[in-house]
């Protein structure tokens, strides 16, 4: 849901912090492969997005980050679970 500013504030008692200087969440969103994260993250850009990190390849996993106009960040990650590193017991 999508809420402007002065009714989100209405859903809690604590204060409404600023994106510019803060971050309140990180959302990563699944993407199907390697190649929809670079997409995304290319579509991104042209609409102005801008970048907070470097890709990051664990193997398993692929991911890149990006902020919007307003200075949400998010994630775009790949992860191919037959990739998974052993899990020691």
Do not use: C, N
Not at 14 to 20: C, F, H
Not at 50 to 66: A, I, K, N, R, V
């Amino acid at each position: 849901m999508l809420l402007t500013e002065p009714y989100f504030a209405t859903f809690t008692k604590k204060q409404v912090s600023d994106v510019k200087s803060t971050t309140e969440v990180l959302i990563t969103l699944d993407a199907e492969s390697r190649e929809e994260v670079q997409q995304i993250i290319a579509k991104a850009q042209t609409l102005d997005a801008t970048l907070y990190s470097e890709p990051q390849d664990h193997g398993w996993m692929y991911q890149h980050g990006f902020a919007d106009l307003d200075g949400h960040q998010g994630k775009i990650a790949y992860l191919d679970a037959s990739q998974l590193p052993a899990q020691e017991s």
